[in-house]
């Protein structure tokens, strides 16, 4: 039997501070390349984009409106309108509309609402005179001058920030490049999602004691959506060189390595042990459930992400280990975005809440323990909840039942950390919480 006596336990907020920590200067945020604006979407700005000319870059009507000469009201009492019957088009007044450039000779506007033009459109009746000179317009670089940085790099590209850049006259843009992710699945018993299910043919279909590859999905899906270019590795079986093999291959061609084994102890799971050869380990295992036998590692600078478990508790485990790595390769500040809400409902004790409260000696068999490195050391359970306003504008957050990954968790779109140490107290109804939503990225 393998020793996993040593094998370190860290925090979250501690493992991912220690991965963070160890990853080499040159990681990700230098790596830039040029894209068109029309794909720049969900991209992170590299550079300070600046204004190539004057915006406006002439004297600009702000309103639909007709021009007109100041000099023709200045002077007059307040309120009083001159008489425009003898008025000609182009010489005494012209039509001028929104964002277009001012006639020329014309200083100052006012809205069509405040006008009666004739039929013909070249006589009109004005009924309110403009405030003064430059009234309704737009001064040369009242919005920005020529060389301005028009957006700083570091944002994440939304389509509202590309119509500002295409306003600064950019049609393309520099973007950091993005982080190729690999995605290894190991185990003898997977077989590929697209195989028929042959229960007397087990050995050529998916059969009787095999499972088909489902965390291919929720890697690929949430990579991608981050930004990310996914990288898939087959399936590799239970061998420790195997296992060496494509972790090697992977390292080679990727940013980051999503291993699919996380630091479970079986017989046939070698994950840790070939990390352990070839590379640093940051962690073995992680203090909370589910989700407990993630671990981190660096293979040639490469950082490492071992998830394990099926995709409901691998979904939210990528979110805690692997998009912080996304974020630090693009500039992002890694850290976990949360909001306070307040409970409608008890928090209730789970199972993994009951095994850290009770002793060791006392568990049954079938009983994991809520492993902890150190004596007193805290572990965590994670906690689903549904996120909803009150009329009184309170964020409320609802407990949900189900384990992550079945239908009932799935209608929850935040989760938070449970204390669920022996002297822990799980939160109660109207208590305010932390809470992290799912799926989160800008």
């Keep these: 039997m393998r020793d996993h ?55 600009t009507c702000a309103m639909d409106s007709i021009a007109v000469h100041w000099d023709a009201f200045a002077g007059l009492p307040d309120g009083q309108i001159p008489n425009t019957d003898a008025w000609v088009r182009g010489v005494d007044w012209e039509f001028a509309n929104t964002g277009v450039a001012m006639p020329a000779g014309f200083d100052a506007a006012i809205v069509v609402e405040h006008v009666d033009v004739s039929d013909d459109e070249m006589h009109v009746r004005v009924k309110a005179a403009p405030s003064g000179r430059w009234a309704g317009t737009r001064a040369v670089g009242s919005q920005a001058r020529r060389g301005d940085v028009a957006w700083e790099a570091g944002c994440v590209i939304t389509p509202d920030i590309a119509a500002r850049i295409a306003a600064a006259g950019h049609s393309s843009v520099t973007v950091m490049a993005k982080p190729r992710v690999a995605f290894i699945p190991t185990g003898n018993e997977l077989v590929p999602a697209n195989l028929p299910f042959a229960a007397s043919a087990a050995e050529r279909f ?58 479970s102890k079986g017989s046939d799971d070698w994950s840790v042990e070939v990390l352990e050869e070839l590379g640093r380990m940051i962690c073995h295992q992680t203090n909370h459930g589910p989700g407990h036998h993630s671990s981190y590692g660096l293979v040639d600078d490469v950082p490492v992400v071992g998830i394990s478990g099926p995709s409901g508790g691998a979904s939210f485990t990528l979110g805690f280990y692997l998009l912080p790595l996304m974020k630090r390769f693009f500039g992002l500040d890694p850290a976990p975005r949360t909001i306070a809400a307040m409970l409608t409902a ?67 779109n935040a989760y938070c950390l449970m204390p669920a140490g022996p002297a822990a107290q799980p939160p109660k109804a109207g208590q305010v919480i932390q809470v992290e939503l799912r799926n989160q990225w800008l």
Excluded at 7 to 18: K, Q
Excluded at 27 to 32: D, E, L, S, T
Excluded at 241 to 259: G, K, M, P, Q, T
Excluded at 383 to 406: H, N
Aim: net charge negative; glycine share 10%.
């Design 206 to 263: 998916a059969g009787q004691g095999r499972v088909y590859e489902s965390n291919g999905a929720v890697v690929r899906g949430k990579v991608e959506a981050w930004g990310g270019v996914f990288v898939p590795f087959d399936i590799v079986p239970d061998e420790r060189e195997a296992i060496r093999r494509a972790l090697l291959d992977a390292c080679a061609v990727a940013d980051i390595v999503v291993l699919n084994a996380g630091s």
């Design 346 to 412: 008890d928090l209730s004790a789970g199972k993994m809440e009951k095994r850290a409260r009770t002793p060791q000696a006392e568990l049954r068999g079938e009983e994991r323990p809520a492993e902890a490195t150190d004596l007193g050391d805290e572990f965590f359970s994670v906690k689903f909840l549904t996120l909803a306003s009150d009329d009184q504008g309170r964020l409320l957050a609802t407990p949900v039942p189900g384990r992550p990954g079945s239908v009932q968790a799935e209608a929850a």
């Design 5 to 59: 006596s040593r094998h370190i336990e860290l925090s979250r907020d501690a493992a991912v501070a220690g991965m963070l920590g160890a990853l080499p200067g040159s990681f990700g945020h230098q790596r830039m390349e040029r894209v068109a604006l029309s794909e720049s979407y969900g991209r992170v700005l590299a550079e300070d984009v600046p204004y190539k000319t004057d915006l406006p870059n002439a004297l």
